[in-house]
């Protein structure tokens, strides 16, 4: 069982930064691939970057390319997200969540378990 739990989301200038962080719970947690998603008003929830359990591989949706960076702190049991140069189509709930690794990081919704309930993310223009 991992529980995890974001924080660090608000609201921020276009241009501007935030750190959203995941706490996770559970001695397994370094063995789980994780993942952030987000989910906008009025669209589906959408993949946003992924870490492998060992932090070697990540992986990004084409949007946030380039601006996002995840990372993880297998010894703090925490996920990372640093997002710069935001803009307001990144208004969104941010989701952090926990998925059985399987080779290959994982970038779909059903590939993850375990999910937090969610931070609050507002860019105005």
């Known amino acids: 069982q991992v529980q995890v739990v974001e924080s660090g989301g608000g609201l921020v200038q276009a241009g501007g930064s935030l750190r959203l962080s995941c706490a996770a719970s559970?001695?397994?947690?370094?063995?789980?691939?994780m993942g952030w998603f987000r989910q906008a008003p009025g669209k589906e929830r959408e993949f946003v970057a992924a870490?492998?359990?060992?932090?070697?591989?990540?992986y990004y949706a084409e949007s946030v390319k380039g601006r996002f960076t995840i990372s993880r702190g297998n010894a703090k049991n925490a996920v990372y997200l640093q997002m710069n140069s935001l803009k307001p189509e990144d208004t969104a709930v941010y989701y952090c969540?926990?998925?059985?690794?399987?080779?290959?990081?994982?970038?779909?919704?059903?590939?993850?378990?375990?999910w937090g309930q969610g931070t609050q993310v507002t860019v105005s223009s």
């Open positions: 969540a926990a998925g059985s690794s399987r080779g290959s990081v994982l970038t779909h919704e059903y590939e993850y378990k375990y």
């Open positions: 559970g001695r397994t947690f370094s063995t789980y691939d």
């Open positions: 870490i492998s359990w060992s932090g070697v591989s990540t």
